[in-house]
Each structure stands twice: as structure tokens, then as C-alpha cells.
């Protein structure tokens, strides 16, 4: 059973910091890029930063610089170091592994997301 399971959300006043972890099971992880998306309310889901199989990293331009993306393939982990949190940044944020796959349909796998409020 495939399981991505998100933790780390919560309160932060603005400037603060929060790392945010996925926990993957019931599929190679190593086999699938991770990201991190976050929606907030009345917006539709964006993507926020990935990491590749292969470490490379990309980044919401909105994030690139305060947000940091990491995997731990031992341990089966994605996660995000968010430093510098703005009011915008509040929202729901989501883990994602996605596999691309030649001539198939790309897997996609979801959590069920961490809520960050970001708030005086």
C-alpha cells in the first residue's frame, strides 16, 4: 500500500523557519522524483520545489532561495527547509512522487497535506 505521509506543518510567525517531512513507503522510492506543492485556499495546487533521482533540484521562483529541498533514500524522506516564511506562503502543502515512464502513463502519488499558517 502506497503511503506518502507529510508532517512538520503548524503556526509560524512571519521570518520564521519550519521543516516539513514526507515519509514514503510501498514503492521504490529512489525510482521517483519527490516535490513539494502547497495550495492555499481559493488557488489552485503549484509546485514548489522537486528533487530528481538523480539530487538535481528545482524551485518555485517565488521560494528559490529561502526553500530547500532534500531526500534521504536510506530512510525513504523527502523534505523542506522553509526559512524566511512569508504571510503568502501559508497553505496547504503536499508530497508528491512521480514517475515518469516511457510509453505509459506517469505514476503520481499523493499525500494528504500539512496545513502552514503563517501568521503574527
Keep these: 500500500q502506497v503511503q506518502l505521509v507529510e508532517s512538520g506543518g503548524g503556526l509560524v510567525q512571519p521570518g520564521g523557519s519550519l521543516r516539513l517531512s514526507c515519509a514514503a513507503s510501498g514503492f521504490t522510492f529512489s525510482l521517483f522524483s519527490m516535490s513539494w506543492y502547497r495550495q492555499a485556499p481559493g488557488k489552485e495546487r503549484e ?3 522537486t528533487i530528481t533521482t538523480g539530487d538535481l533540484t528545482n524551485y518555485k521562483d517565488a521560494v528559490e532561495g529561502r526553500f530547500a529541498i532534500s531526500r534521504d533514500n536510506e530512510k525513504n524522506m ?5 526559512n524566511s516564511l512569508k504571510t ?5 502543502y503536499f508530497c508528491n512522487a512521480n514517475q515518469i515512464r516511457a510509453y505509459r502513463p506517469p505514476i503520481d502519488y499523493w499525500g494528504q497535506g500539512t496545513q502552514i499558517t503563517v501568521s503574527a
Design 47 to 49: 509546485l514548489v520545489a
Design 78 to 82: 523527502v523534505y523542506l527547509q522553509m
Design 88 to 92: 503568502k506562503d501559508a497553505a496547504v
